[in-house]
């Protein structure tokens, strides 16, 4: 059949208008689907202690494994891999990464310790008992917060995303979108896992989020507003002082590490003074 110019234009809108529409069906099924979460409850907790910490380190990454804390602290030329005694809040045991390496979060899955690094595209790995090296490998994005699900290493790189993956390849499985009734969740961080829910730190944000990882939904947020100012015994003013580290690099809260004997989730900031303890109510 051959097509004059008319009947290629009536094609054309025809194509068109049917674009159109299942356009605006699919944008219509999207907004029906966020305005049916729910806003994520408030957790409430309780303040058990608190522990001296370095006001160097500038935290990314915290784990406790067999009772032992672990820290991965970043900056270039600063970051580290600490063993922590946690009671003094001085390395027992200490890795610094070579100076081109922004070290980020951390996490122990079947006795491998994976450390995560920010624009560099790799992935450290060590025996979680000694700290011994393992070499490291690639990772395609940047790496900002790292946990497990036992299965499945669950990495985020400041999006909205988090990408389940294959801990013998690096092979992504999965990639998760995290959503509230607001829209999309950005800024995901520092990540950990706590009796099968992702609770995440959001950069610059002072609330850590619960999140169920069967959907990406947040269901719940820990609120840590002016949480430092109100519970340390330290002087805080190095963190207002004119071009120190922590006014050019942001002391914010980050570091979420889970206790499963005790039930105790330690949290702490960048260059914070303190190592808390709460428990969920």
């Not at 097509?3 to 068109?16: E, K, Q, R």
Request: glycine share 6%; aromatic share 12%.
């Amino acid at each position: 059949m051959r097509y004059n110019h008319f009947t290629s234009a009536i094609y054309f809108l025809f194509f068109f208008i049917l674009y159109a529409c299942n356009s605006t069906e699919e944008t219509a099924v999207s907004n029906e689907t966020e305005s049916n979460i729910p806003a994520a409850q408030n957790i409430s907790y309780t303040l058990i202690q608190s522990f001296p910490h370095d006001t160097a380190a500038f935290t990314q990454g915290l784990e406790v494994y067999q009772g032992k804390l672990l820290e991965s602290t970043g900056l270039y030329g600063k970051s580290s891999l600490r063993l922590i005694d946690i009671k003094s809040g001085k390395p027992i045991k200490q890795i610094s990464n070579t100076k081109e390496i922004f070290a980020e979060g951390i996490t122990v899955m079947n006795d491998t310790l994976y450390q995560l690094s920010w624009e560099n595209h790799l992935i450290f790995l060590y025996d979680a008992k000694s700290l011994k090296p393992l070499g490291s490998r690639d990772w395609n994005y940047q790496g900002w917060g790292i946990t497990h699900d036992n299965k499945s290493l669950i990495i985020s790189d400041g999006t909205d995303k988090l990408y389940f993956t294959d801990p013998a390849t690096l092979k992504v499985k999965n990639i998760l979108s995290i959503k509230d009734n607001m829209g999309p969740v950005n800024n995901l961080n520092e990540l950990e896992m706590i009796d099968e829910f992702i609770f995440a730190n959001r950069w610059q944000y002072d609330y850590i989020v619960k999140i169920d990882p069967t959907n990406g939904v947040v269901i719940g947020t820990l609120n840590f507003a002016d949480f430092l100012q109100k519970n340390s015994k330290a002087d805080l003013s190095y963190l207002s002082k004119n071009n120190s580290s922590a006014q050019i690099n942001g002391a914010v809260l980050n570091g979420i590490a889970y206790d499963s004997t005790k039930k105790s989730i330690y949290i702490t900031g960048k260059l914070w003074p303190e190592v808390y303890e709460i428990k969920l109510q």
